[in-house]
């Protein structure tokens, strides 16, 4: 059973409501719970349904009934309570924050005033008693200035006897001149607070971004489109393709028949099996490490071929992307596989692509592969089981290795296998329309 806040999980999945960290929470949910998956299937189909059903309009003559109904009633609207107004105690009179204001800023006058006079009375007394030393200090204050530590400022003045000095000697008879200087400020010896040094500026790393490319099936004969897809191949790391289909369940199948077609071992996820089943609109995921450029070229050219015929049962959209794998396309399969993809972020250094010819048509070019890969060659059981491509529904539910049996598969035949190319991950989206 499920629990009323599960259910509206499911519900907010199905209207398109979820957060990133709800939409974690429905993986999760999903891949443990098969009353979940049966739940969740049937709401899809119901919002479908929904959607499909025909529009209907109300009478013309609508609120002509309505108002007819209303005079042969005598009804009459239901009166509105009355609105309470809040009570105000009285107007503020206008003077009254000038008044406040004005009292704030005299009380702070003259506490000023009180302070700076109390220390300056300070200073002047430790100042009379340095110019007479033997006067016995005023008995009123004589116990307030035995702790008080001079202070310096430049008011505070030193009486210094100076004598005048010849080359002679000295004179007695000249008269003693004060002289009045300011003391000498003491400065503390302890350590000096400043802020900590600032650590070395690091150099500067360049990163290279790749981008994705878009790409359409009605242009894929043209050069310049077949050279930049032989620039992604060149690259030699993990590539995405992203295809968008109309009705996602045709496209699914018609992709696997074609990668049986080209001896790929497709393994279906028990999952994904059911959302194919019930004909659900989900996004599909296919991975594979032994696809060749050769048979990627063929994939596409059947692709382009069904769209130029006018005669496409995938109902696929003429645009598709290419890119290099996404950091979180690395994490996907980190979780879906179990296994460590550190070794997939490089890959060796591929040639062109061998079955491309500019001065060919696509339909020869489509033949002559075919013609190739099918003449009296038939693969063995064990190149049959390495040539294997696995099916889940994106994005991929986390710890699917634990408890789905193709993945498991894939991985302990994957072990066994030579990775030869680089890896290839097709993802097939939905779309309206």
């Known amino acids: 059973m499920l629990t009323d806040q599960e259910f509206r999980l499911l519900t907010a999945a199905v209207d398109g409501e979820l957060t990133p960290s709800e939409q974690r929470r429905l993986e999760h949910l999903l891949a443990r719970s098969e009353t979940a998956r049966n739940c969740y299937a049937q709401l899809l189909e119901q919002s479908q349904r929904l959607r499909q059903l025909a529009q209907v309009h109300p009478p013309i003559d609508l609120s002509k009934r309505i108002l007819h109904v209303i005079q042969a009633r005598a009804l009459t609207p239901t009166p ?11 107007a503020v009179p206008v003077w009254l924050p000038v008044a406040l204001a004005a009292s ?12 700076f006079s109390h220390q300056r009375m300070q200073r ?47 004179h007695p008879d000249r008269p003693t001149v004060q002289e009045l200087l300011p003391r000498p400020q003491v400065v503390d010896s302890g350590p000096i607070l400043t802020a900590p040094s600032l650590p070395e500026s690091q150099p500067f790393q360049v990163v290279t971004i790749e981008l994705m490319s878009l790409f359409s099936f009605s242009e894929i004969q043209r050069p310049d489109v077949q050279r930049k897809v032989r620039e992604h191949w060149k690259k030699a790391t ?30 279906v996820d028990a999952f994904a099996q059911d959302r194919l089943k019930r004909k659900a609109s989900t996004p599909f995921l296919f991975y594979s490490e032994t696809i060749s450029p050769d048979e990627f070229w063929l994939l596409l050219s059947k692709f382009a071929h ?22 979180s396309d690395f994490v996907d399969l980190a979780q879906m596989l179990g ?26 070019q489509t033949g002559l592969h075919l013609a190739q890969t099918l003449s009296g060659w038939t693969p063995s059981a064990n190149a049959a089981s390495a040539r294997q491509t696995i099916v889940v529904t994106y994005p991929p539910p986390r710890g699917l290795h634990v408890h789905s049996k193709e993945i498991q598969s894939f991985v302990r035949n994957r072990n066994d296998a030579k990775r030869e190319w680089p890896p290839i991950l097709i993802v097939l989206r939905w779309i309206s329309g």
């Open 306 to 327: 069904t769209q130029t015929a006018n005669h496409d049962p995938a109902k696929l959209d003429d645009k598709f992307v290419l890119s290099p794998f996404q950091p």
């Open 339 to 364: 296994i460590d993809v550190s070794s997939l972020r490089s890959g060796r250094v591929m040639g062109p692509l061998s079955g491309l010819d500019h001065r060919q048509s696509l339909e020869t």
């Open 104 to 115: 704030i800023l005299l009380a702070i006058m003259l506490g000023s005033y009180l302070v």
């Open 80 to 90: 509105l309570p009355p609105v309470r107004r809040p009570q105000v105690g009285g």
């Open 238 to 267: 993990p590539l995405r393709v992203e295809l968008f289909a109309r009705d996602p369940i045709a496209a699914a199948d018609h992709l696997q028949k074609h990668l049986k077609a080209m001896n790929q071992n497709v393994l």
């Open 124 to 170: 002047t007394e430790w100042v009379q008693q340095q110019r007479n030393p033997s006067s016995p200090a005023s008995p009123s204050r004589s116990t307030d200035r035995q702790d008080l530590p001079p202070k310096s400022s430049p008011t505070d003045e030193v009486v210094r006897n100076t004598e005048a000095d010849d080359n002679d000697g000295v």
